[in-house]
């Protein structure tokens, strides 16, 4: 079954043609990994795949309702985690967990299930009753990571979901989101080569707002071949990839930190190599 779909998306801010063009599908079953550089309209996509924006041209689906014509109807349907999102600082995640519960009409026992099984999956527990406000960033990432799932969506979008969280947290939400994709569909964006070569099903390489290529990564040989597959891709249609990262095996493109694909396992908040700037509003 076709859960997520796209037809010829467009959408500008200004002069800036943000998704020229998008057309993609992703099926019940499959993790499906938008991959590319900042600025490459990545996030774009996602809000207007689950109606946050208001496309210019094309057409979408996602679980058989129009975004367009029903944002509120996908919404309520599907799961999001925004790149840049926190929970309410003045909330602890326990409080937070009942609102998002009682917003998508999860029953109580159903919700305590979820919100046990996120704690303990993603190892925050011990914070369920902490003040937002006083929560390392990467525990307010797993917040929001949970609250992702909590109503068991048909349908998951995940924007960076590995920003600010240490090795084995990034190792635990692989293994979750590999998981819930037996299932569901799940769209995962990244600009880290690594995280979409090892979980994804299928990746769409994207840049300028186009989707110029698509990669089955288990098709494809072990050693930085995604990254020349999507140096390859972008160089077909364009003059250059600006500010493509190395792997570190000698396929590269300069790597000037910001706007770039890094074929490095993405770091812990706080080194610098891991803030993607303003990732996608252009984007």
């Not at 602890?92 to 999860?106: K, L, S």
């Not at 960076?160 to 799940?186: C, F, M, S, T």
């Amino acid at each position: 079954m076709t859960a997520i779909q796209a037809e010829a998306l467009r959408k500008s801010f200004g002069d800036l043609a943000a998704v020229d063009g998008l057309s993609l599908s992703v099926e019940a079953g499959e993790l499906y990994g938008l991959l590319g550089p900042n600025g490459a309209g990545k996030t774009t996509a996602i809000e207007l795949l689950t109606g946050q924006l208001e496309a210019d041209g094309g057409s979408a689906s996602v679980l058989d309702v129009d975004p367009a014509a029903e944002p509120i109807g996908v919404r309520e349907r599907v799961g999001v985690l925004p790149e840049k999102e926190a929970p309410p600082s003045f909330l602890t995640p326990r409080e937070f967990f009942d609102f998002v519960g009682r917003v998508r009409g999860i029953d109580d026992a159903t919700l305590e299930r979820g919100v046990e099984e996120w704690a303990g999956r993603l190892g925050m527990a011990e914070h369920l009753d902490t003040l937002a406000a006083d929560l390392s960033r990467g525990n307010q990432q797993k917040v929001m990571i949970a609250a992702a799932f909590l109503h068991d969506p048909d349908a998951v979008f995940i924007d960076e979901p590995l920003a600010n969280l240490d090795p084995i947290v990034q190792e635990r939400v692989k293994e979750a989101l590999v998981e819930y994709a037996r299932d569901n569909a799940v769209m995962l964006s990244t600009h880290h080569v690594e995280v979409a070569a090892e979980v994804c099903t299928t990746v769409g390489i994207v840049h300028g707002g186009e989707l110029v290529a698509e990669r089955d990564p288990s098709d494809l040989a072990p050693d930085r071949t995604l990254l020349d597959e999507f140096l390859a891709a972008v160089e077909d249609g364009h003059a250059a990839a600006d500010g493509i990262a190395d792997d570190g095996a000698g396929a590269s493109a300069a790597a000037d930190g910001a706007g770039g694909v890094s074929a490095a396992a993405p770091q812990a908040r706080g080194s610098p190599a891991d803030d993607p700037d303003e990732e996608d509003r252009g984007r």
